[in-house]
């Protein structure tokens, strides 16, 4: 049982190139996050979703999307990254009133 | 809309210290309140929950009381160890709802 995995931990993105990020869990739980953490900001919710094929935006979704294909998996994307989306990002997942983590993924974009 | 506020850090304490981590909120109708707490490195993880006004949350020393009455969750324990430095994190989720809303987060150093 690994819980909530993110791939990758770790990447450097040049400004305007694309990539995903990729949340995988296995509780079987319904409801997915994305959150970035900056420093001094907590965490942000960026998008949500509350089972397989769905999707909804949170406090700061402007220029990520995400994809929920597979009850297991929940996909972020930046199309085309910014230096403000230098960040961590973290995955979660919900299972009863109970958020569980992943590790997080971070990024770099120059 | 809702909102949680939480004292700034880093609190610095000596090891068997009383901590008090402040934590008030502002929201509408009961929501729920957590503790969550993130080791330097790692994601976040659960570390105490209350649901309804005047419960309790406890677990590994620590506790909060959900005061409805001060809209209040602070978080204590009565003798800090190294292994508690962390940053912790206060959150709300308001009933009927899916998301949570996070506080700053305060940084807790603990010193042998």
């Known amino acids: 049982n690994a819980g909530v995995t993110q791939t990758p931990k770790f990447r450097v993105l040049k400004t305007g190139q694309s990539m995903t990020l990729l949340c995988a869990q296995d509780?079987?739980?319904?409801?997915m996050y994305w959150y970035r953490q900056d420093p001094g900001m907590g965490l942000r919710l960026i998008h949500y979703?509350?089972?397989?094929?769905?999707?909804a935006k949170g406090e700061v979704p402007d220029g990520y999307n995400v994809s929920r294909l597979k009850k297991q998996n929940f996909l972020l994307g930046l199309e085309s990254a910014a230096p403000s989306q230098t960040s961590v990002y973290f995955c979660a997942s919900r299972g009863g009133e109970t958020q569980y983590f992943g590790p997080g993924t971070r990024l770099l974009v120059l | 809309g809702n909102s949680v506020t939480q004292m700034e850090g880093p609190v610095t304490l000596s090891e068997e210290a009383f901590l008090t981590i402040n934590c008030t909120y502002t929201a509408t109708g009961y929501p729920s309140l957590f503790w969550y707490v993130q080791y330097p490195g790692e994601g976040l993880q659960l570390l105490l929950k209350a649901t309804k006004a005047d419960d309790k949350g406890s677990n590994k020393g620590f506790e909060a009381t959900y005061r409805k009455e001060t809209t209040s969750f602070h978080l204590e324990k009565g003798s800090v160890q190294v292994s508690d430095s962390a940053v912790y994190f206060c959150a709300l989720e308001r009933s009927g709802y899916s998301t949570l809303t996070f506080g700053k987060g305060t940084m807790l150093l603990v010193s042998p």
């Open positions: 979703s509350v089972g397989e094929g769905t999707t």
């Open positions: 509780m079987n739980h319904e409801y």
